[in-house]
């Protein structure tokens, strides 16, 4: 945790992909993706975007810095994780990622300490527990494996486990130790940075810095839950098909997840996947903070290296800095050339274009108009 932050909070989520049940149908349509990813519907009296569809994840606890995890974790730096490659000319490592925590009294690194945060609550909100035995440091060379049979509690003792986590985050370390299990940190990948853009905070001003990590399972977990407090409905469904639901407003998700969800539909297979995030896992990532420019028929929100996104953006939103035209949305995509935004017409009419090299060795999402069915990249 970082108590020096005045303007949002620290949180981790996890972009959870696991192999679907059964073969794929004989005549699958082209971009059929053989694995599902899940999705969390959040409670109509949540503060912060309420009713919409997310991925597992919640705000950092100062548990999940405490000391004692490392009685579980590999004795090695970075507890066996590996060290983030130095960023390319121009760059800077996300400061989410940069802060030293050892100056803010924890023992833990940030790297460390975000993949439990992510992994306790896709437990507490999901009844997921994505653990190995022991402490094996080092992912697979393949989507992570279940947990073995015996491992597993009966399905009462996980639900009072998972009362007890969600009432008190120290209970996690707990449960890890009586299971003999260390959190799986090595099965998540870094994959994003989004940073709560100013003016689009929730109830009392909620911001967050949100790591974002990708973890990818041989099948699904055996049992899946929502925890009827904060989620009221979980999903699992493919990229596409999630978009799709978004399209028909069966499901509602913020942009950030529409980005992502788009990204994904470049992977039509877990392996693939797996092998791309493995690839570039040490590359790290920047921090994106939408900035919100308001036209007069809709909102684009830009992102780093658009030509349009501004130079020295206002994080903080001290500057009272508001973006504006009279301009159609239409007219201002015709006039410009470099493009990395999401055009937002209504809740649920999104669409992302990107025109621009991804950095950090990433994929750029494929573009995708939420009020039509074209899959096309215009890269």
């Not at 309420?50 to 950092?60: N, T």
């Not at 009685?71 to 730096?77: E, I, Q, W």
């Not at 007890?164 to 940075?193: T, Y």
Request: charged share 25%; net charge neutral; proline share 10%.
């Amino acid at each position: 945790m970082n108590p020096r932050l005045r303007h949002w909070k620290e949180a981790a989520t996890l972009l959870l992909a696991a192999g679907a049940p059964g073969p794929p149908p004989p005549r699958s349509p082209p971009g059929t993706c053989d694995y599902e990813l899940l999705l969390l519907r959040r409670s109509s009296r949540s503060g912060f975007m309420p009713g919409a569809h997310v991925f597992p994840g919640g705000l950092v606890a100062a548990a999940d810095f405490a000391a004692e995890w490392l009685g579980l974790l590999p004795d090695s730096p970075q507890c066996g994780l590996g060290t983030v490659r130095p960023p390319p000319l121009g760059g800077s490592r996300a400061p989410l990622f940069a802060t030293d925590r050892a100056r803010l009294g924890s023992p833990l690194p940030g790297e460390v300490a975000f993949r439990i945060c992510a992994i306790r609550e896709t437990f507490e909100e999901a009844g997921i527990l994505l653990l190995v035995p022991g402490a094996r440091a080092g992912a697979g060379s393949g989507p992570a494996p279940p947990l073995p049979a015996e491992r597993l509690l009966p399905a009462a003792e996980v639900r009072e486990w998972r009362r007890r986590v969600q009432e008190d985050p120290a209970c996690f370390l707990q449960l890890c130790r009586h299971l003999g299990c260390a959190p799986d940190i090595w099965a998540l990948q870094e994959w994003s940075n989004w940073l709560t853009p100013v003016g689009r905070a929730g109830g009392g001003g909620r911001r967050y810095d949100t790591a974002f990590y990708l973890c990818c399972l041989e099948k699904r977990p055996p049992r899946t839950s929502q925890d009827d407090r904060e989620v009221t409905a979980f999903l699992w469904s493919s990229p596409p098909e999630a978009i799709e639901r978004f399209k028909s407003q069966e499901i509602w998700v913020a942009p950030p997840q529409f980005y992502e969800l788009c990204r994904l539909c470049n992977f039509s297979s877990l392996h693939e996947l797996h092998k791309f995030s493995s690839d570039r896992a040490l590359e790290g990532c920047e921090r994106w903070m939408p900035v919100m420019l308001t036209a007069s028929d809709g909102y684009i929100q830009l992102l780093p290296g658009d030509e349009l996104y501004p130079e020295d953006p206002d994080y903080t939103g001290e500057k009272k800095i508001i973006m504006s035209t009279d301009k159609k949305v239409e007219d201002l995509m015709k006039e410009g050339s470099v493009f990395h935004r999401i055009v937002i017409k209504n809740i649920n009419d999104l669409a992302v274009y990107v025109n621009i090299q991804a950095k950090y060795k990433h994929m750029n999402p494929v573009m995708i108009n939420s009020d039509c069915s074209d899959y096309n990249s215009r890269l």
